[in-house]
């Protein structure tokens, strides 16, 4: 079995301004992608599952099948299994993990799927070989990643220019890459893949609501959350800086004309038969 190379702290922690977005996703707007591949047989490794609402909407897709999810954290899998539960769902489990080092056979699952992962670990590539390893041949690898450089917004903001330059040292410095959606497909072929189809899409949050979601759910995250402690912690910001980078999403979250999209890159993998 592989050496765990986990080196990278997942610059987020899981306040509840994390969860909030962590449970808005859905196989629907998280892995689209994916879905057209599914059949209803199939053994399914969700990868990075946090609080399960992927993991469950993939398990609803499977129901003759099984789906594991597994965390980093031991912690939110308890909030998975409570979805799980909740949606009656029986062929699903969850377990702790690293996907640097899987503890799982080789060729177990027909596909193993992780969303918004690979920007946070030590060595996405070494990741991207394990979910190979343990994807049977002919299965797929599925990855999507968002990009922070490629995110854009309107209308221009000095603070959330001053949010984006933050996050993006934040995350580089706790081990992780930021804009990983772009690096995806160059990823998966020095994981030894072969036959990768890259793809991308976007979120877009510009409705009333979905501008008080985003935006709020950001202002506490860069106050409130494990995020926060890591830009004061490690000398990158100031506890005043992020409280002015905060308001600046409130302050965008009230413009009737505000607008942000969020790039994700993609990459369908198959393993060689």
């Known amino acids: 079995m592989p050496k765990a190379q986990e080196t990278a702290v997942y610059t987020h922690g899981h306040h509840e301004s994390v969860l909030r977005s962590h449970t808005w996703r859905t196989a629907a707007n ?22 399960g609402t992927i993991t469950a909407d993939l398990a609803a897709l499977v129901p003759d099948g099984h789906v594991t999810g597994v965390d980093h954290a031991a912690g939110v899998l308890d909030r998975a299994r409570a979805t799980a539960a909740e949606r009656g769902l029986d062929n699903v489990d969850f377990a702790v993990a690293d996907v640097h080092a899987l503890d799982y056979p080789d060729d177990t699952f027909c596909v193993v799927h992780a969303h918004q992962v690979l920007q946070h670990v030590g060595d996405p590539v070494q990741a991207l070989r394990e979910m190979r390893r343990v994807t049977r041949p002919g299965g797929l690898v599925a ?25 993006r040292r934040v995350a580089r410095a706790n081990g992780g890459e930021p804009d990983a959606g772009r690096r995806l497909k160059s990823w998966a072929l020095a994981a030894g893949f072969t036959d990768v189809t890259a793809t991308s899409a976007t979120w877009t ?69």
């Open 30 to 51: 998280s892995a689209a992608y994916l879905i057209g591949s599914l059949k209803p047989h199939m053994k399914v490794l969700d990868v990075g599952c946090g609080p």
């Open 143 to 167: 990855v999507r990643d968002s990009d922070y450089a490629a995110m854009t917004w309107y209308p221009e903001s000095a603070g959330l220019d001053d949010w984006l330059e933050l996050y």
């Open 205 to 273: 949050f510009s409705t009333p609501e979905d501008r008080q979601w985003w935006s709020g759910l950001w202002a506490d995250r860069t106050v409130a959350s494990a995020y926060a402690d890591r830009a004061t912690g490690g000398g990158h910001a100031t506890r005043d800086e992020l409280a002015a980078i905060a308001e600046a999403w409130r302050e965008w979250g009230r413009r009737e004309d505000a607008w942000f999209a969020v790039l994700h890159g993609e990459v369908l993998c198959r393993k060689d038969a």
